[in-house]
């Protein structure tokens, strides 16, 4: 299949995602009520991830550097 | 992924002949599980909606478009169960415009399609009044291109309204047992190559009201899984024990049986009066053909009846159309009860039923419709007569066997070529209806759509009638479907698939093997097509 522009690519990718879901059978205001459902659980996602995944990594790296730096201090005392 | 050979492989018994003139591949290839999961996900998308519109409806926010009780009476016992039409009312509704078509031609390879409009979304269809047509026919079943008014083949039915008129107005025991109804059932008898045949104004009715006169109380019916509702119906109405086994599945079929004669009725454990395997030459929605000589193996050894209902395979298999029966080179008497349709292969109505002449003679008094249902209608008979001869022969020309030939052509040619594309095809590779699967509904809805603005006639098959996850589109090949039509529906059906991606089969073809055993000219060329 060949797609002239960026737009008619675009345009068949939302038709197989109405295939995929069967959205497709529906009239189109009950369509536009699941893609706003949808789309705000996804910008819901987005955010929440943008929020919290950073920090709690940056926490986690912590963390790990903790117990990976504390140990060998630990040895080297108990020798001492 | 399921693929069974079909060889007489059980019980070291085969054919009497011993030659092996059939050997089918069938294969029933899954899809991956993604496919699975997003049709499950679809459907519980549209049930969901389907609440709201409900609930909407129930608070009156819509109209209802549908059945309801009258107010005067909300107290009584609801008379329109609303939860079992859930359904119908909130899937089928929305997409029912790729169903029940009008059509205003014959049904040959090409048709006229009427065209509708729905403003309300198929609660209501307007006919626009403009056909849509020279659409190419890929569901009706005229499997040997019978469905034809060409004026010169059908003189001798024109013949037979002048002599008798249309309507027989009597059944078969009282006043309508005209001279032309035994003579088919004569001819029946001799192209089956049995002793005795009986014919029926119905198909349907031939299996409904002739097994409760087969079986009864105290008998056992081993009936396949996907058994068509005429023989379900039948043998509920008789009154029978029902054992279901698994589909063309032998070993489920041994086990059941075994069963049944070891431990007899269920609790008097006194042994069955009869046993009687029902199967089906060919199954349309699946596309498989029968096990017919291990069944036969299995039948001998535990001295079982086999019922064979041959009313998608008669005239549309075997070198000359003979049925299962000659596909597989078996004796048609080791098969007790012989029947079929003449709507499928013949262009006509009605159904048979064969096998001894004592059988044949019983029935007669004691089948409900052979005593009770009117007798076949002469233009009716007299079309069935004129198709029998030409596929024996007996006309003088060869013109019977040229459309049993085209058809298996066309049969291997269809079916290559679509498994090459990377379709998932279910079914024997020598059976003319090909199940093609598109699993979800949305996609079911809009192939039938696409095919039918491409001018393409397509069947398209979902929930119930198959499982519900396995929704497809059956294509019936046609002796009248020419190579140019053919190629053109496969150039549509590229296109379709590839627009709303349905090339499931994780297979790779690289070439058609070439076929020995078959030799037509026709098969060269098609390997110089251009692959489309």
């Known amino acids: ?80 | 992924r399921r693929h069974t050979t079909i060889n007489g492989r059980a019980n070291g018994t085969g054919p009497p002949s011993g030659k092996r003139l059939f050997q089918g591949q069938e294969s029933f290839e899954q899809a991956p599980m993604y496919v699975a999961v997003m049709t499950y996900l679809g459907f519980g998308l549209v049930t969901l909606f389907g609440y709201f519109r409900d609930f909407l409806r129930a608070v009156g926010l819509e109209k209802c478009h549908i059945a309801k009780e009258r107010d005067e009476q909300k107290d009584f016992v609801p008379l329109y169960q609303d939860f079992e039409n859930f359904y119908t009312r909130n899937l089928y509704m929305r997409v029912r415009d790729n169903w029940n078509r009008p059509i205003c031609s014959l049904p040959g390879p090409v048709f006229d399609v009427m065209e509708r409009v729905s403003p309300d979304y198929n609660w209501t269809f307007r006919l626009t009044g403009k056909t849509i047509p020279n659409v190419i026919n890929m569901g009706s079943y005229n499997y040997l291109g019978f469905a034809e008014n060409n004026v010169d083949f059908l003189k001798t039915v024109a013949e037979r309204v002048q002599q008798y008129g249309l309507g027989v107005c009597s059944t078969r025991q009282e006043m309508g047992n005209l001279g032309i109804h035994q003579e088919l059932e004569e001819l029946v008898a001799e192209f089956l190559g049995v002793e005795s045949a009986m014919v029926l104004g119905m198909g349907f009715a031939t299996n409904s009201t002739n097994i409760p006169a087969l079986v009864g109380k105290g008998c056992l019916i081993l009936s396949d899984e996907l058994n068509h509702t005429s023989l379900i119906l039948g043998a509920r109405l008789s009154g029978a024990t029902i054992r279901v086994f698994k589909h063309n599945n032998m070993q489920s079929l041994e086990r059941v049986l075994r069963d049944a004669v070891c431990s007899g009725q269920p609790h008097t454990h006194r042994p069955w009066k009869k046993i009687m395997i029902m199967v089906e030459g060919i199954y349309s929605m699946e596309g498989s053909v029968v096990c017919l000589p291990d069944i036969v193996a299995l039948k001998k050894k535990y001295k079982a009846y086999l019922y064979l209902d041959e009313a998608h395979s008669i005239g549309a298999v075997g070198p000359t159309g003979r049925g299962v029966t000659e596909l597989f080179g078996l004796d048609p008497s080791d098969v007790d009860v012989l029947m079929g349709t003449f709507t499928k292969s013949f262009g006509a109505a009605g159904g048979y039923i064969a096998g001894k002449k004592e059988l044949v003679d019983y029935l007669r008094s004691h089948s409900h419709s052979a005593v009770y249902a009117s007798a076949m209608s002469p233009p009716v008979t007299e079309q069935i007569l004129r198709a029998m001869r030409c596929i024996m022969g007996l006309d003088g020309t060869t013109i019977g066997q040229t459309r049993v030939h085209r058809l298996a052509e066309n049969t291997r040619y269809f079916r290559s070529r679509l498994q090459e594309m990377g379709f998932i095809i279910y079914g024997n590779d020598d059976s003319p209806v090909i199940p093609l699967l598109l699993y979800m509904p949305g996609k079911v809805v809009a192939f039938s759509r696409a095919m039918l603005r491409r001018k393409v006639g397509v069947v398209v098959v979902g929930f119930p009638a198959t499982p519900i996850t396995e929704a497809r589109a059956r294509f019936c090949l046609s002796a009248a479907h020419t190579k140019e039509m053919l190629d053109k529906v496969l150039f549509d059906l590229n296109e379709v698939g590839d627009e709303l991606c349905l090339k499931f089969s994780q297979r790779k073809y690289t070439s058609r093997p070439k076929e020995q055993h078959h030799n037509n000219n026709d098969l060269n060329k098609d390997f110089k097509q251009d692959s489309l």
């Open chain 1, 1 to 80: 299949m060949d797609f002239k522009n960026v737009k008619e690519y675009l345009g068949w990718l939302y038709y197989q995602y109405l295939l995929i879901t069967s959205i497709y059978v529906l009239e189109p205001w009950e369509q536009s009520i699941f893609n706003s459902v949808l789309f705000s659980i996804l910008a819901m996602v987005v955010y929440t991830s943008y929020m919290v995944v950073p920090v709690h990594v940056h926490l986690a790296l912590e963390v790990f550097s903790g117990i990976c730096g504390e140990q060998p201090e630990s040895t080297m005392a108990l020798m001492n």
